[in-house]
């Protein structure tokens, strides 16, 4: 008996000491000073929160929920800027997330460059209070600097309703947690053989039984903001187009007039090239996306076009090829992206397309098609990012990396794990290898001016609900926050694994379906 108590305090001492005020930084912040001295008390009667900027009134509502989740404590707002709890915006530091965090006994200062990056030190402050247990369950802070700015400045997820349909708070609930890990944009990909999710005012046909208005699209851009997530929409073409030809068949090929269009098992028809209806319907669509999405982005998808099936047996298509003089059908994608850009560009926004190029695997030599040098490019083949990087840096077009071997977070995360149903055979990415990502590829800074960020992408064929998306994300969405976050310099696999389970305990409570990671213990 005595020996299993004595063995019970090992592990209690065990447990206290691996606790501390970086045991649940996640992604690890590129510069942390532990600094000596006693901590900052929260007191009732003494504690309360002052900002200098009437921007941050969301953030530091968050800081009051935080405070009052982890220490239980009411922590009012006050004008006075002798309050020992200060958020501050500082124009005078560089880099739009830069923020930095002074922990002492006089209190907490988290200054920004900008209101998003005092944000970003309040979620770093969360999870200060979250790894360090003891002292926060005593309502003190132990005391710390924090210097802290991201590697890439576009740190992305992506959601598939167009494949199963996420009602809105479902959508809001997965803001919450991206939140949480400092990314910042959130891709919608809204349209595709499966669905057409976004009601068009001008061409109401368009829409699916299941779809977001107008307003409710507003709702979820609105509530992102308040959280510096920028939501990116994604109208993919000319390919993965079935719900829209269903709606509008004339805007297909002319071989495909009497092929039947179903909705959710159709695939493979295109866009027809050739054909002033297609612009027409689209330059509408276009501009109603523009006027309600205030991102400055559009993605026009233009991965997948399967040519051969389509452009080369369409008489139209085959006409306009003659007239232009092109010898191979995946040329036309010159005019049609010229003509669906352009309408982009009138609308005041950037255009981003998925990067094809003239193989989809090694070895490849080029672009699918000459991408104008204003096109961000997204890569994603498998084992293909680092020629589209190169091709990328030869052209002049920025790009975002979501490379199928690290960031499609749909592929399953260990063999014979979910998905269990549309699995085509997907490979296996691991916690792991995600983790293994680096998105500069080991390359000099200079020979990586044009990397924008990373993009998780989460296609929905085999995911149903909110519950599996979650579960997908996490925890590989964690990894692939440090990638796009931290240094490569900072980022440390053995530690990130230590500071995961904190992470995953909380999103847990929050209501979140995770993987459990049980392959990274070593077992004895």
């Known amino acids: 008996m005595k020996r299993t108590f004595s063995l019970f305090l090992v592990l209690i001492t065990f447990t206290v000491a691996a606790q501390n ?17 006693k901590p900052f008390i929260l007191r009732d009667s003494k504690t309360a929160i002052y900002t200098n900027n009437k921007e941050l009134q969301f953030a530091a509502t968050a800081l009051q929920g935080i405070l009052k989740e982890r220490m239980q404590e009411e922590v009012p707002l006050s004008d006075s800027e002798k309050s020992n709890i200060r958020l501050l915006v500082d124009n005078r530091m560089n880099g739009a997330e830069h923020y930095t965090i ?6 907490v200062t988290i200054s920004g460059a900008t209101p998003a990056a005092v944000y970003y030190g309040i979620m770093t402050t969360d999870q200060i209070l979250l790894g360090d247990i003891c002292a926060t369950s005593r309502k003190q802070i132990s005391p710390v600097e924090i210097d802290d700015a991201p590697r890439f400045g576009y740190r992305a997820l992506m959601l598939d309703p167009a494949r199963h349909f996420l009602p809105v708070e479902d959508v809001k609930f997965y803001i919450d947690q991206m939140a949480r890990y400092k990314y910042n944009v959130l891709q919608l990909h809204l349209t595709d053989d499966q669905g057409w999710r976004i009601k068009i005012k001008k061409h109401p046909k368009l829409a699916s039984k299941e779809r977001y208005t107008q307003e409710e699209l507003a709702d979820i851009i609105r509530y992102a903001a308040q959280r510096h997530i920028e939501v990116v929409p994604e109208l993919d073409i000319p390919g993965h187009t079935v719900a829209v030809l269903a709606a509008y068949p004339e805007l297909g090929c002319t071989h495909t007039d009497t092929i039947v269009k179903n909705v959710g098992k159709t695939v493979d028809l295109m866009l027809c090239a050739n054909n002033e209806q297609v612009y027409t319907v689209y330059k509408d669509i276009i501009d109603e996306v523009s006027a309600l999405f205030p991102s400055r982005y559009i993605h026009l998808g233009g991965d997948e076009a399967v040519v051969d099936k ?40 950037e255009p981003i397309l998925w990067c094809e190029l003239d ?28 020629k589209c990087m190169e091709l990328a840096a030869k052209h002049g077009n920025p790009m975002i990396l979501a490379p199928g071997e690290y ?17 085509w055979g997907m490979p296996v990415t691991t916690l792991e290898k995600v983790y293994q990502f680096d998105p500069g590829y080991s390359k000099a800074e200079n020979e ?3 990397i924008m960020g990373v993009m998780g992408t989460l296609w929905a064929e085999a995911m149903q609900d909110i519950n599996r998306v979650t579960y997908m994300t996490y925890p590989r969405g964690l990894a692939l926050a440090e990638a796009g976050w931290t240094q490569m310099e900072h980022r440390d696999w053995e530690s990130f694994k230590a500071r995961l389970y904190p992470n995953l305990t909380n999103l847990m409570k929050q ?9 990274i213990v070593k077992r004895k």
């Open 21 to 37: 005020n970086c045991s649940a930084l996640l992604p690890m912040p590129n510069r942390i000073m532990q600094t000596q001295g």
């Open 407 to 423: 960031a499609y977070l749909d592929y399953p995360q260990l063999k014979g794990d979910l998905p269990e149903f549309n699995n």
């Open 359 to 386: 193989e989809i695997r090694m070895p490849a030599n080029d672009y699918l098609f000459p991408y104008p040098k204003d096109v961000t490019l997204v890569s994603w083949r498998w084992g293909l990012t680092p």
């Open 310 to 349: 389509n452009w080369t047996k369409c008489k139209r298509c085959r006409a306009m090829m003659k007239e232009l003089g092109y010898t191979k059908a995946s040329q036309l994608m010159i005019p049609f992206f010229n003509r669906m850009l352009d309408y982009v560009r009138q609308d005041g926004k």
């Open 448 to 450: 990586n001016a044009h």
């Open 511 to 519: 209501g979140v379906s995770v993987r459990v990671p049980f392959e």
């Open 102 to 107: 002074k922990i002492d006994a006089k209190g």
